[in-house]
């Protein structure tokens, strides 16, 4: 698989939002495992808020496009996570999404819709925020996993990741649910798909271990096999050190493999070579935005559209 080859998996550019006030969200706490208690304050804020400003001139000496935002509120405290309220697709399509927290609700921003219609070719944006006051909930590419290519919407079975809701945005989208259970080591169900798992161009990482139904655990692996990618098959601990919580990109000289030093530290040296065969890993360290229960791939919205000439 050649590195440089365009592929619609993998976006030239992303969006992502510059926390002033960062804080581990409370509200989100009783389904999201992940997150680590911290005490908000002015030097934790800070560390946040510099390692966005770190990643995204990470990203952009590889020449990938950043389109940065400013969060400056209080009351945002996972503003910094933005690929869970918006999504856009190939054809000029965009989502927006319907959140479980009330305090997440309040992360949608009108001026990022309309940077992307200024920026790029947009047709239409379909709205699913409507669908909150009926507990019908679907967390944008946090609660799917998308395979862009193959047209599967891979999805962990959650609060935050209702069928209806779930099966109406493939219906709008064109792609094809895959539904599937899964739990860490304690049982406690995963609250998003996107920390167990990543598809790339060439090869997919999937924290298998987790998904408590073996027939459809085979399923999901020989489906992503069909499409002609390499499985990186991640253990627990791997997940729990969000190893899954990566994005690729097409970056100026090739595809790369954005994602934690937490993560990279936590990979094994052939898990590092198969990746290596198709991307380059990029490692970002966001260590204190990971207390909030997500990592790169969470900071990352990726734009899958046409830009303006």
């Not at 064109?174 to 406690?188: K, L, W």
Request: proline letters at 4%.
């Amino acid at each position: 698989m050649k590195r440089s080859s365009f592929s619609i998996q993998a976006p030239s550019a992303v969006v992502m939002v510059r926390p002033h006030h960062f804080t581990v969200n409370t509200e989100t706490a009783a389904d999201n495992r992940f997150q680590a208690p911290g005490d908000a304050g002015e030097d934790f804020a800070a560390a946040a808020r510099e390692e966005i400003t770190r990643a995204a001139q990470t990203l952009e000496s590889y020449g990938v496009t950043v389109h940065l935002f400013e969060d400056e509120g209080a009351e945002t405290p996972d503003s910094v996570l933005p690929n869970n309220w918006f999504s856009t697709h190939a054809g000029g399509h965009v989502a927006i999404y319907p959140m479980k927290a009330e305090s997440r609700r309040r992360e949608r921003r009108r001026d990022v819709i309309e940077m992307l219609k200024a920026r790029y070719r947009v047709q239409d944006v379909i709205d699913y925020s409507g669908l909150e006051p009926d507990g019908l909930f679907l967390e944008g590419t946090g609660a799917m996993v998308l395979d862009h290519i193959d047209r599967v919407a891979y999805a962990v079975r959650s609060d935050r990741t209702n069928p209806i809701a779930l099966e109406r945005f493939c219906t709008h989208f064109n792609f094809e649910p895959m539904v599937f259970d899964a739990c860490d080591d304690n049982g406690v169900p995963i609250y998003h798909t996107n920390v167990l798992m990543c598809i790339a161009t060439g090869f997919a990482m999937l924290g298998d271990a987790m998904m408590t139904d073996k027939d459809r655990r085979d399923e999901v692996i020989a489906r992503l096999e069909r499409s002609g990618r390499a499985i990186v098959r991640l253990t627990n601990r791997q997940i729990g050190q969000f190893a899954g919580n990566a994005l690729e990109l097409q970056a100026r000289e090739g595809r790369i493999l954005a994602l934690s030093t937490t993560a990279l530290a936590a990979l094994n040296a052939d898990q590092r070579a198969l990746i290596e065969e198709s991307a380059t890993i990029v490692p970002l360290d966001i260590h204190t935005v990971e207390r909030a229960g997500g990592s790169v791939r969470c900071t990352l919205a990726g734009v899958h559209l046409t830009p303006r000439k």
